[in-house]
């Protein structure tokens, strides 16, 4: 294990508070807003899952993500040694470790089946490049997307080509390829997003995909609508497993973690919102159902790209970013593990990025089959795609978040705590702290419980 100092990382640091910002967003902002936001809502009512979602990406999301960057910064490793050195620091047991365990192990999970997933993208922008979308109705687009995901061949050459773009970016190390990506790209994502809810509101169903999205009624938010909005906060803002915690292990120390959280949380909402104000009038408009599942933003974007005007050029933009947006994501969803391998081995960069690059494409070949010729092999009425996102979003970021809130709120001497927060020691401060010691673990478990139907 390295000693460098407490003001340093042996992994490098970022150059400017922009980079980890954006950085962050890079990591925050991906499938998550702009695949999976949607469908979910669509899946499940709508405005009820909206709303419980914004609750808590405020209320534990926020917190969570500060007490992340805190403890990330503070320990200057990985995960799983950040917490060592912690638990060592503040004389408790090494067994805290388990929150970076844990936390890569969901990362490796989800990126298993994230990069099966962006390769859907990397097939749709191939496709936008020649035009294919042109004149798009509900039938081509629903037909287009089933011979897509209906191949595991297809899927796996594009799930190969995945593996290997992450593993590359990884290999050059982060700082320069992310910091320079991310900021080009995050204002881009913005605009196109609001080209196409100009389109939405032109062309589609707009009163109805807004009423759809805002309307609240509280009788449709059932324990299980509440367990899956809270397990897409947590995956959308990347938090509970150590994401946050090892970008902030290389975040300067004077660079303030209220405001960075503040920004990156902040992005996140706004496109997860903007994609589902963009979506779900064209939804209505095509006569489509909200309730597709994984396929809805492929199968319905393509008939508004293959209809506006510009529309060409608009997908292929769209797609492109949506690539990138999820590359980023990707990275930041390795970088615990490969960053675990060159602290406690002395592995190379290079060999812990090969190494790990391949466990995620073997375990990922149980996503390409899942849409296709796995599709009926279930557990519990779950197929292996389904399992892993399940039990990523909805069970380990969660319990990875209440064990960071948990030590971040009571293992930390508060003295300490105060000067690394950033926050003064006023109501601010105190209002974290106190979210953070008992809202923030008190309401993830009755979720968490609640959800799974245990009480
Ligand atoms: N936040 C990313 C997204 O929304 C996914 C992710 C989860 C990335 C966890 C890193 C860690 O797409």
């Given at each position: 294990m390295s000693t460098s100092s407490s003001d340093a990382s042996q992994h490098g640091l970022w150059s400017k508070r922009t980079a980890f910002m954006f950085a962050a967003i890079g990591s925050a902002v991906g499938l998550g807003n702009i695949w999976k936001f949607p469908y979910m809502t669509g899946e499940n009512g709508g405005a009820a899952f909206v709303l419980v979602y914004l609750a808590c990406v405020v209320l534990i999301g926020l917190p969570i993500m500060m007490a992340e960057i805190v403890l990330g910064r503070r320990g200057r490793h990985s995960p799983v040694h950040t917490m060592r050195r912690?638990?060592?620091?503040?004389?408790?047991?090494?067994?805290?470790?388990?929150?970076?365990?844990?936390?890569m192990l969901a990362g490796?999970?989800?990126?298993?089946?994230?990069?099966?997933?962006?390769?859907?993208?990397?097939?749709?922008?191939?496709?936008?490049?020649?035009?294919?979308?042109?004149?798009?109705?509900?039938?081509?687009?629903e037909g287009?997307?089933?011979?897509?995901?209906?191949?595991?061949?297809?899927?796996?050459?594009?799930?190969?080509?995945?593996?290997?773009?992450?593993?590359?970016?990884?290999?050059?190390?982060v700082?320069?390829?992310?910091?320079?990506?991310?900021?080009?790209?995050?204002?881009?994502?913005?605009?196109?997003?609001?080209?196409?809810?100009?389109?939405?509101?032109?062309?589609?169903?707009?009163?109805?995909?807004?009423?759809y999205m805002f309307a609240f009624d509280y009788a449709q938010i059932t324990p299980?609508?509440?367990?899956?909005?809270?397990?897409?906060?947590?995956?959308?803002l990347s938090i509970?497993?150590?994401?946050?915690?090892?970008?902030?292990?290389?975040?300067?120390r004077q660079f303030s973690i209220p405001e960075a959280a503040g920004v990156v949380v902040t992005a996140d909402v706004l496109v997860a919102i903007l994609m589902g104000v963009a979506l779900f009038p064209i939804v209505f408009a095509s006569s489509?159902?909200?309730?597709?599942?994984?396929?809805?933003?492929?199968?319905?974007?393509?008939?508004?790209?293959?209809?506006?005007?510009?529309?060409?050029?608009?997908?292929?933009?769209?797609?492109?970013?949506?690539?990138?947006?999820?590359?980023?994501?990707?990275?930041?969803?390795?970088?615990?593990?490969?960053?675990?391998l060159v602290d406690s081995r002395g592995m190379r960069r290079r060999t812990a990025t090969l190494g790990s690059s391949a466990v995620i494409w073997v375990v990922g070949l149980g996503t390409v089959v899942s849409f296709n010729?796995?599709?009926?092999?279930?557990?519990?009425?779950?197929?292996?795609?389904?399992?892993?996102?399940?039990?990523?979003?909805?069970?380990?970021?969660?319990?990875?978040?209440?064990?960071?809130?948990?030590?971040?709120?009571?293992m930390v001497k508060r003295s300490v705590l105060e000067e690394q927060a950033d926050l003064g020691n006023g109501l601010l401060f105190k209002s974290w702290l106190w979210l953070v010691r008992l809202l923030v673990p008190t309401a993830v478990f009755l979720i968490l419980l609640h959800g799974f139907g245990w009480v």
């Open positions: 912690l638990a060592e620091q503040d004389g408790h047991s090494t067994n805290w470790q388990a929150i970076g365990w844990l936390g490796v999970m989800i990126l298993s089946f994230y990069v099966v997933i962006s390769g859907w993208t990397a097939a749709y922008l191939m496709d936008s490049l020649f035009n294919t979308f042109q004149g798009f109705d509900q039938a081509s687009a287009h997307f089933n011979r897509l995901v209906d191949s595991p061949w297809r899927l796996l050459a594009w799930h190969t080509l995945m593996v290997v773009l992450v593993a590359w970016v990884i290999l050059r190390g700082n320069r390829g992310i910091e320079q990506a991310t900021t080009v790209l995050i204002p881009s994502l913005f605009a196109l997003l609001l080209l196409l809810v100009g389109y939405a509101a032109l062309y589609g169903d707009f009163g109805r995909g807004l009423t299980e609508v509440a367990l899956k909005a809270m397990g897409q906060a947590f995956f959308s509970g497993m150590g994401a946050i915690m090892v970008y902030g292990a290389y975040l300067p489509m159902e909200p309730g597709a599942g994984p396929g809805l933003i492929f199968q319905t974007l393509v008939i508004a790209f293959g209809q506006m005007p510009g529309g060409w050029l608009v997908g292929i933009l769209f797609f492109a970013l949506t690539l990138i947006a999820a590359w980023t994501s990707a990275i930041s969803l390795l970088e615990p593990t490969v960053s675990w010729v796995g599709s009926d092999w279930t557990l519990y009425g779950r197929n292996f795609f389904e399992w892993m996102d399940y039990l990523t979003s909805n069970v380990m970021l969660p319990i990875g978040g209440i064990l960071i809130a948990i030590y971040a709120g009571w």
